[in-house]
């Protein structure tokens, strides 16, 4: 990538203008015409100007704002943490924060809100992954957290951070259309926008990418002179360790947790570290993901170089900087993070449903394989043979071991069958970045992109004829269906649950799917129970199913042909 120089300085500049202008158009021309068409039609100049003085400050008001963890520390809840950012601000000659955020990231990033279109003040906020401060020791955490105000440092242009906004800005409306059971929810203006951002974002990122890797490097640069390279040196290295380590067993250790207790465990956060360690420290020599051309941070080997270190000592530290900034009796409960309600629901009722999937002795090798992988345990082999869902179990296993090599050709294999297990397949080959080189890497999006065109098709096809009453019993063991039912019987909200099947073939491939109806009570909210729901929905049934949540208040009906079907079925309403 040293070769790229990309577009001149002026010309990303007018382009992330236009983009930002045309973002505004997409959220304020609705607005505009809800107050302006009426003023215009009676014609009276003293409406017009009222629905102008109105559009005006609605528009400096309704401004779209970054979704913001919910923990925000103040400075008393961690005294020692904001003395050190405020000490790194002033020495890369940045301006200091006006609060520190921790979520659940193994990451950190500094935000700039009410930039651009805002009457608010400009405040600047520095995020912390709690699993930042929980696996690297506090010098290290201190290089990562001198990158990021280094973005914000008067010797850094600020060219790179409106590029990152202008592109966060058009990626939450692509994003929109990521989950395709969602499109029934979204209007015509907000699907023709993320249409529109689906083609703007790619060649964005091809304009823009050699800028944002210099925006990098002089972001280590700064954070080099201030921290030891040495520190920062060993940070980069572990976080890509890590990330190699969640990447591989994040789900699974977690999974494994949610199955032995009832109850999030406290100290949840140290045993997630201690399972990614391990999976890098047992992967020895194995095959290390390939740098990503498309991502604006540069290859680990290419930073390091820059930095001028040759060698890194990458211990993990015996202290780490979460003990240090908060003490070994504090720390612990900021590690817990906030918690709620509605996290110790979702807990229960994965426990709950894991449970009901351990006896997992009937159905083929496949399905005993599978239900042993959702478990959190590591399948073996030894039945599988080469099935589309075998090689995908088999795929999950070699990248559980960390043979990307072999991931790769079974996944690949895996496509070549064209059953509907090619698409999870292409979902693997792009979330774990499996390209051998760059062509096959630009082959894999274009697959991606071809799945998600076709799997839209389906769920639109399907809700279709789903309406119309074509309908079929759910393709799911009775155990599962069990399992399922007690999980959501969990939730204090959730009156009554359906399960139903469909089946339809789209461009060439036979898809299934397995609807999950859920009847709630008045008080409760629709979104908030659909996202308890799916990921419990996701761990039952074969890998290749498509899936949806479909909530309804207890008061609404399904549409006659639908309610008719059941009927028809005898799946009528069943108390979880």
Not at 229 to 252: I, S
Request: glycine fraction near 6%.
């Amino acid at each position: 990538m040293a070769g790229r120089t990309g577009p001149s300085p002026a010309w990303l500049a007018a382009v992330a203008l236009g983009a930002a202008l045309l973002h505004q158009l997409y959220w304020l021309l609705p607005l505009a015409l809800m107050l302006g068409l009426p003023a215009l039609w009676f014609g009276q100049p003293v409406l017009v100007g009222l629905a102008l003085v109105a559009f005006l400050v609605l528009a400096w008001i309704f401004q779209p704002r970054a979704a913001l963890p919910p923990q925000r520390l103040a400075v008393q809840e961690a005294p020692r943490l904001y003395e050190r950012v405020h000490a790194l601000a002033d020495a890369l000659q940045a301006p200091r924060v006006h609060a520190i955020a921790l979520d659940d990231e193994l990451n950190a990033g500094a935000l700039e809100l009410n930039r651009g279109v805002s009457l608010r003040p400009v405040r600047r906020v520095l995020v912390i992954g709690r699993p930042l401060l929980a696996a690297l020791d506090a010098q290290a955490v201190e290089a990562v957290i001198a990158h990021e105000l280094g973005h914000f440092s008067r010797k850094h242009g600020r060219l790179g951070h409106w590029l990152y906004r202008t592109r966060q800005s058009w990626a939450a409306l692509r994003d929109l259309q990521d989950d395709p059971g969602a499109d029934q929810d979204s209007s015509a203006w907000d699907r023709a926008a993320s249409g529109f951002a689906q083609r703007f974002l790619p060649w964005f990122d091809r304009i823009s990418h050699a800028h944002l890797r210099r925006c990098e490097f002089e972001a280590d640069a700064l954070a080099a002179r201030v921290v030891q390279p040495q520190a920062l040196a060993r940070a980069l290295v572990q976080l890509h360790q890590l990330q190699e380590g969640m990447l591989r067993v994040g789900a699974l250790a977690v999974r494994q947790q949610m199955l032995r207790h009832a109850q999030r465990p406290a100290d949840l956060l140290d045993r997630e570290v201690a399972a990614w360690r391990e999976s890098v420290q047992a992967r020895g020599a194995a095959e290390t993901s390939p740098p990503d051309d498309d991502d604006t941070h540069p290859p680990l080997d290419e930073r390091l170089a820059a930095l001028g270190v040759a060698t890194v000592d990458a211990a993990w530290p015996s202290r780490s900087a979460g003990l240090n900034w908060w003490g070994d009796e504090t720390w612990p409960a900021v590690a817990a993070g906030p918690g709620d309600e509605a996290q110790r629901l979702r807990w229960r009722m994965a426990h709950r449903l894991l449970q009901g999937l351990v006896p997992a002795v009937a159905g083929t090798p496949e399905r005993r394989a599978q239900r042993a992988w959702i478990c959190g345990e590591l399948p073996s082999e030894g039945e599988l043979g080469d099935s589309p869902a075998a090689l995908l179990i088999r795929a999950r296993i070699a990248l559980h071991q960390g043979d990307r090599a072999a991931a790769r050709q079974l996944l690949l294999a895996c496509r070549a069958l064209k059953t509907a297990e090619r698409d999870d397949a292409t979902r693997l080959l792009m979330h774990h970045r499996l390209a051998a080189d760059a062509t096959q890497q630009r082959q894999h999006a274009a697959w991606w992109q071809a799945v998600q065109a076709r799997r839209a098709a389906a769920f639109e096809s399907m809700e279709t004829a789903r309406l119309r009453g074509r309908i079929e019993p759910p393709p799911l063991e009775a155990d599962e269906q069990a399992a399922l039912r007690a999980a959501l019987g969990e939730h204090p909200d959730i009156l009554e649950v359906d399960l139903l099947g469909q089946s339809m073939q789209v461009q060439g491939v036979n898809y299934r799917m397995v609807v999950l109806l859920l009847r709630i009570t008045p008080q409760a909210e629709e979104d908030a129970v659909a996202e308890a729901a799916q990921p419990l929905l996701a761990w039952v049934g074969d890998a290749a199913l498509l899936r949806i949540v479909q909530v309804r208040y207890a008061d609404e009906a399904l549409a006659p042909a639908l309610a008719e079907a059941l009927r028809a079925l005898q799946a009528g309403p069943v108390l979880p």
